[in-house]
Nanobody, 124 residues
């Protein structure tokens, strides 16, 4: 089992940048594929990005491709989401998640563990 804690959210102007971090407990972090999802008020939780166990494979939603970068540091048990050129439509609660199968996936139901979420607000 793994526990996930996000940090780094906040308020930023359009065009700005933020970096989210997700710290995982336990010694088996490198066994998990990791993902980021987001949920805006009144909307479903949507896929943002995912990364393989060793970090060699990354997948992005079309809406963030070229602006967001997912990365991980297995020595620090941490996954990151670097968000650049932020837009007001990126405003949401951002969640990190872990897939115990270790397979990179966009499907929300494939993820086994979730963090509590971090608020990101982009003002116009």
């Amino acid at each position: 089992q793994v526990q996930l804690v996000e940090s780094g959210g906040g308020l930023v102007q359009a065009g700005g940048s933020l970096r989210l971090s997700c710290a995982a407990s336990g010694r088996t972090f490198s066994y998990y594929a990791m993902g980021w999802f987001r949920q805006a008020p009144g909307k479903e939780r949507d896929f943002v990005a995912a990364i393989s166990k060793a970090g060699g494979i990354t997948v992005y939603a079309d809406s963030v491709k070229g602006r967001f970068t997912i990365a991980r540091d297995n020595a620090k048990n941490t996954v990151y989401l670097q968000m650049n050129s932020l837009k007001p439509e990126d405003t949401a609660v951002y969640y990190c998640a872990a897939d115990a199968r270790g397979i990179v996936t966009k499907r929300i139901n494939d993820y086994d563990y979730w963090g509590q979420g971090a608020q990101v607000t982009v003002s116009s």
